[in-house]
């Protein structure tokens, strides 16, 4: 019993600290997005283009801040705590 107590422990940890792994790997991702995104700005407004590049770029802008929101929701705090707590 001890055994299987035993493992069952370290199955758990070992799938927490794959999606903390993945949830940090994201996180990357979308923080180079992100700037890539605040370059797009920063040469849309410098070089006064059309209004379709700037509705592009407003888009994308609002798909890569919904991103970062769901990235620090509490799934990734969750397996903080989760990893704490082991």
């Not at 001890?2 to 923080?31: A, G, P, R």
């Not at 890539?36 to 209004?51: C, E, G, P």
Request: hydrophobic fraction near 30%; aromatic fraction near 10%; include cysteine.
């Amino acid at each position: 019993m001890k055994l299987f107590k035993i493992n069952k422990k370290q199955d758990m940890y070992k799938n927490i600290t794959k999606q903390y792994n993945f949830n940090k790997s994201y996180k990357k991702i979308v923080k180079i997005i992100a700037k890539i995104v605040d370059y797009m700005k920063f040469t849309l407004i410098r070089n006064n283009s059309t209004a379709k590049l700037n509705e592009k770029c407003g888009k994308s802008t609002e798909k890569f801040n919904s991103l970062k929101k769901q990235l620090s929701s509490k799934e990734i705090k969750n397996t903080k705590i989760q990893l704490k707590k082991l």
